[in-house]
């Protein structure tokens, strides 16, 4: 047992020596309903000192710029804001970010309207668009924080390793189900939570 822990830890090191991590950080785009069909826009891409994410995002025609874009770069990331008047709303319009699939991160998309409604959204390199839902519970917000963290673990080869490591580690498959599962949860939580910190 030793020496089969040897071999896969030798193997682990040689790995993570041409695996690159991916950012942790996803864009964020929130829309807030502030006024009856005017919305507030806050886009939030990850950037490194004054470069930034090459992400940018496309709203529906039908929502027509109210005021200039204002951006800056605050702490690491690159921050924007403006308005637009949508007097039809966004359900059932699509939104688009330009160079997402050229990207190695994800988008979440947050629509709050004047009556409360919620919708959220994880948008990925294959997927870079979004039709935004009429209408949505919070079910559909949890279920979409959840995935997202589930999809970091399963697509960034550190997070494999690292997992592959815990198991290595437990003494029983109840054990590595537990493990995982907290490890899966607490990292949904984190990316939430990092998201929203400027929102």
Known sequence: MTRLLIVLSAALILVSGHAHAHDLRPAYLSITESLPQIYSVLWKAPAMGERRLAVYPRLPLSAAERTPHEGAILNDAYVERWTVHAPTGFAGETITFDGLPESR????????????????ARLTPANPSLTVPAVTGWQQVAAT???????????????????????????????????????????????????????
């Open 105 to 120: 991160t994800d988008v979440l998309v947050h629509l709050e309207r004047l009556n409360g409604e919620v919708s959220t």
């Open 145 to 199: 924080y959840v995935w997202l963290g589930v999809g970091h673990i399963l697509f960034g080869i550190d997070h494999l390793l690292f997992v592959l490591a815990l198991i290595l580690l437990a003494e029983s498959w109840k054990r590595i189900a537990v493990t995982v599962t907290a490890f899966t949860v607490a990292h949904s939580i984190t990316l939430g939570a990092a998201t929203a910190r400027l929102s």
